[in-house]
C-alpha cells in the first residue's frame, strides 16, 4: 500500500513558471525522498529530506517538510520543458529502511 | 561510473509462460531492489537482496522470486505468468540498503503478457 499521496495527480504549466507539488503521509517517518521519472523510464533521485529538516534546497528545487500536518512540498522554480515528467515521494520510517512510493504527480511544461 | 542496468528492456511473454529479468548495479552497490510498476498500482516493493540475501520482501505471490550474486547482479523469476503481470519492473541499487541510502535506479524492464 502507498504511504505518500502526491497531490494534484496532474499539472500543466507554461514554462518560466514555479510548479509546486505536495506529498501526504499517514505514519511517522525518518526520511522522505523525491524522485523524477521521464516517461516510462527509471527514477531519478532529487532529493531527500530528514524528518528533523525543515526545507532544503537543490538548484531549482526547493523541498519543504511539516511533520506536524505529515506533509512535503516540492518546488520548482523558473520551470523549463525538459522537467516534463513524474515526480514521486518515497517515506521512509517505521523500522523499515525500503522508501514507499506515492503515485506520482504528472508534470507538464509547455515552451 | 556505469550505471544500473536492466536487460532485457522489452518482453513479450504469453500466459503460463515464466520470466527471469537482470539487473546489474552500480559497482560498488550491495544492495539492490526490486519494484513493479503499473498504472493501478503506482509502485511497488517487491523484494531487496544484500550480500546474496534476501533481505525485506514486499507482498507479492510466490510466483516472484529473486536471487543475487557474489558480483552483487541480481535476477528476478516470475513464474506461471498472469495478465496482471504487464509492468515496468525496475531495478535500484544502493551502497548498503541503509536508511537514507540514495537509491539509483536502471531504465526497466517493460513486460507485457498476452
Known amino acids: 500500500s502507498q504511504q505518500g499521496e502526491e497531490d494534484p495527480q496532474a499539472l500543466s504549466i507554461q514554462e518560466g513558471e514555479n510548479a509546486t507539488m505536495n506529498c501526504s503521509y499517514k505514519?511517522?517517518?525518518?526520511?522522505l525522498q523525491w524522485y523524477r521519472q521521464n516517461s516510462g523510464r527509471g527514477l531519478v533521485h532529487l532529493i531527500l529530506?530528514?524528518?528533523?529538516?525543515r526545507e532544503k534546497h537543490s538548484g531549482r528545487l526547493r523541498v519543504t517538510l511539516d511533520t506536524s500536518k505529515k506533509s512535503s512540498s516540492l518546488l520548482i522554480t523558473a520551470s523549463r520543458a525538459a522537467d516534463t515528467a513524474s515526480y514521486f515521494c518515497a517515506t521512509e520510517g517505521g523500522g523499515s529502511y525500503i522508501p514507499t512510493f506515492g503515485r506520482g504527480t504528472s508534470l507538464i511544461v509547455h515552451p | 561510473k556505469a550505471g544500473v542496468t536492466q536487460t532485457p528492456r522489452y518482453l513479450i511473454k504469453t500466459r503460463g509462460q515464466q520470466v527471469t529479468l537482470s539487473c546489474s548495479p552500480i559497482?560498488?552497490?550491495?544492495?539492490v531492489s526490486w519494484y513493479q510498476q503499473t498504472p493501478g498500482q503506482g509502485l511497488q516493493f517487491l523484494f531487496e537482496y544484500f550480500s546474496e540475501t534476501q533481505r525485506n520482501k514486499g507482498n507479492f505471490p510466490g510466483r516472484f522470486s529473486g536471487r543475487q550474486f557474489s558480483n552483487s547482479r541480481s535476477e528476478m523469476n516470475v513464474s506461471t505468468l498472469e495478465l496482471g503481470d504487464s509492468a515496468l519492473y525496475l531495478c535500484?541499487?544502493?551502497?548498503?540498503?541503509?536508511?537514507?541510502?540514495?537509491?539509483?535506479f536502471g531504465p526497466g524492464t517493460r513486460l507485457t503478457v498476452l
Open positions: 505514519t511517522s517517518i525518518n526520511n
Open positions: 559497482s560498488g552497490h550491495r544492495s
Open positions: 529530506i530528514r524528518s528533523n529538516e
Open positions: 535500484a541499487s544502493s551502497l548498503s540498503g541503509g536508511a537514507g541510502d540514495e537509491q539509483f
